[in-house]
């Protein structure tokens, strides 16, 4: 079952910026549950959170970094850039069965890295 459900997350992700909502929702339970914990938005219900995605007024697109996980708990790292501004992100969801019952997203914008710290770190 875990390489069903990376397959199905793989899937997801390379078309969550293409316009195609059928694709992009299969992955969700009805019910499904999403929360933003840096803004305290959630939003209940795949009809919303299809209709969220559809109002979207910027062009997004999306890098996958990593995907790891197993049994009912999936994290994907991408970066997405909404009109060309990469904003890092982080996806962690919850499977019930083969379909995401709950997923909490979190955003970073990118930062300038401090001089202070130059001799200790390699820049990418």
Request: aromatic share 10%.
């Amino acid at each position: 079952m875990a390489t069903d459900i990376r397959a199905e997350l793989e899937r997801h992700w390379s078309v969550s910026a293409a316009d195609d909502p059928d694709t992009v929702g299969a992955i969700y339970h009805e019910d499904v549950v999403v929360d933003y914990p840096q803004s305290g938005e959630r939003i209940v219900g795949a009809a919303k959170l299809s209709a969220l995605r559809e109002m979207y007024p910027a062009k997004l697109t999306f890098h996958l970094k990593r995907i790891s996980g197993g049994g009912e708990l999936w994290v994907t790292e991408y970066v997405i850039e909404y009109d060309g501004k990469p904003v890092h992100t982080v996806s962690i969801m919850e499977f019930r069965g083969d379909k995401v019952a709950h997923e909490t997203l979190y955003f970073a914008d990118p930062f300038e890295a401090p001089a202070w710290r130059a001799h200790l770190v390699e820049t990418r």
